[in-house]
Structure formats: structure tokens, C-alpha cells
């Protein structure tokens, strides 16, 4: 069985006097011990979170960084800088770097490989605009970005590795995809994976669902076969949200 694993990403918010606050108001509320929980907090926030999340079964994460140790990258934060704090995940691809920073699925690839070789497990993101899926292309988007994600990737690593499917137009417009259209395309995204490494292993990886979870609509996306958590923008922001969706 997969551990269910719901993530915040506080993307860009929370200065150090609010990101303490809100840390102590999720560790200090009642967690379902069944589900991993993972706060995914901006690179300034990283040192005072992980002090106050030790003890905690709280896991850390990044939401983004450089795929090369050292170097001439001006404004980069190394997988080597981030492996220092301790942290845990780091996410990948997010459709917000994709869309403003020139991520691309080439160096989302070698982001994927510098993560696992220092032991951070990456949420790797994948997902649709409008246009694409009102085209009906969606499937084939989704399948380039996960083949190309994964590529020169060995089987041994899946089991390390978290994919996020969040369609683009469902992210903090207050639309979620249906749960089935979800599930649908979380359980295309496992074939896509058991096509290259077969069943046995694609059973272990798991998979997200992102794009206006809240704590009214978290219960029937988790009740679905396919999906093993969810990757939570807005909600993640309040520990009474964040709360309700651990304890969905
Ligand atoms: O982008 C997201 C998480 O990475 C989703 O954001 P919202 O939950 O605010 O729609």
C-alpha cells in the first residue's frame, strides 16, 4: 500500500515571523498519523522551519532549485545548499516555473537526477493548459512531460519520486478537474510508468493531485483508486485548512 502524502506549497509566501506561525499552528494541531506531511516553503524559510519541525513527523521540502552543486549561477540554490538544511522533497517543474522561468523538460530531467543523487525526493509536476485540453491533447502533454521527466531514470528510484498532476486551469481558479477526469488521468500517468518499468514497480510510485484542493473536495479526490495525495496551494497558507486536509 502507498502512504497517502499531502504537500503545501506556500509558494511564494510567508516571510520567517509568518512562516514560524503558521509551522506552529500545523505541528501544534492533531495529525493523522497514516498520512505524510510535507510543507514546501520558500528557500528563506527553510533554516527556522526545519528547527521548529524537528521531533515532528513534519517533512520538508523546496520548491524548485539548480541542478549542478556550485557555480557561476547567479540568484541558484544547489541541491548540495539545500541537502545542508536537510531537507526532505523538493518540487520540480512546477507549471508556474514552466510558465515564468523557462523551466523545460530538459533540465526538469536533470533536476530529477542531481535531486536523487544527494537523497532528495523530487515531486516532479506535470499537467495540461486549457487549450491543450480543450484540444484533447491533454493525454499526450502529460505523457511527454512524465517520459521526458523520467528519462535515463533508473527503476530503483521510482519508489523515491512523487508526481503531482495539476492541470494549469485548475490552479487557484477554484477549479478542481472532476474526481474521475483526475483519477483518469493519475492512472494514465501510472501506465505511462509501468509502460517503461513495468507493473511491479510503477505500484510504487506515487501520485498527486494538484490545482484547488480544499478541505471540502479533499475527501472524494482521496477516495478515488489512483490518487495518493494531494499537492495543496492556497489551503496550505492556514493551518485550520492544512489541518483538514491531513485529517481528511
Ligand atoms: O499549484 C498548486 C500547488 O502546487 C495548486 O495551487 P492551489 O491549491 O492554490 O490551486
Redesign the pocket.
Known amino acids: 500500500m502507498r502512504t497517502p502524502i499531502i504537500a503545501g506549497?506556500w509558494k511564494m509566501n510567508n516571510t520567517v515571523d509568518e512562516a514560524v506561525n503558521l509551522i506552529k499552528g500545523i505541528k501544534n494541531g492533531e495529525r493523522n498519523a497514516d498520512v505524510e506531511v510535507v510543507v514546501c516553503v520558500p528557500f528563506t524559510d527553510l533554516w527556522q522551519v526545519k528547527k521548529e519541525i524537528e521531533g515532528t513527523n513534519i517533512k520538508l521540502g523546496a520548491q524548485n532549485m539548480h541542478w549542478e552543486d556550485s557555480g557561476a549561477f547567479t540568484g541558484e540554490i544547489s541541491p548540495l545548499m539545500l541537502k545542508e538544511i536537510g531537507i526532505d522533497y523538493v518540487?520540480i517543474g512546477?507549471?508556474?516555473r514552466r510558465q515564468y522561468f523557462n523551466e523545460t523538460d530538459e533540465t526538469v530531467n536533470k533536476k530529477v537526477k542531481s535531486a536523487l543523487k544527494y537523497d532528495i525526493r523530487p515531486i516532479i509536476?506535470v499537467g495540461e493548459t486549457l487549450e491543450e485540453r480543450e484540444k484533447g491533447t491533454e493525454k499526450d502533454v502529460v505523457k511527454r512531460q512524465v517520459k521526458a521527466a523520467l528519462e535515463d531514470i533508473e527503476g530503483k528510484y521510482i519508489k523515491d519520486i512523487v508526481i503531482?498532476y495539476?492541470p494549469i486551469w485548475?490552479?487557484?481558479?477554484g477549479k478542481t478537474a472532476s474526481n474521475k477526469d483526475a483519477n483518469d488521468m493519475i492512472s494514465f500517468i501510472r501506465q505511462t510508468v509501468s509502460d517503461k518499468y513495468g507493473e511491479e514497480i510503477s505500484q510504487k510510485m506515487r501520485i498527486q493531485y494538484?490545482?484547488?484542493?480544499k478541505p471540502n473536495n479533499i475527501k472524494e479526490l482521496m477516495a478515488e483508486s489512483d490518487i495518493d495525495g494531494a499537492?495543496?496551494?492556497?489551503?496550505s497558507l492556514k493551518a485550520d485548512d492544512f489541518l483538514k486536509l491531513i485529517n481528511f
Do not use: F, K, R
Open positions: 506549497n518540487i512546477h507549471s508556474e509536476c503531482a495539476e485548475a490552479i487557484g481558479t494538484g490545482g484547488s484542493v499537492l495543496v496551494g492556497g489551503a
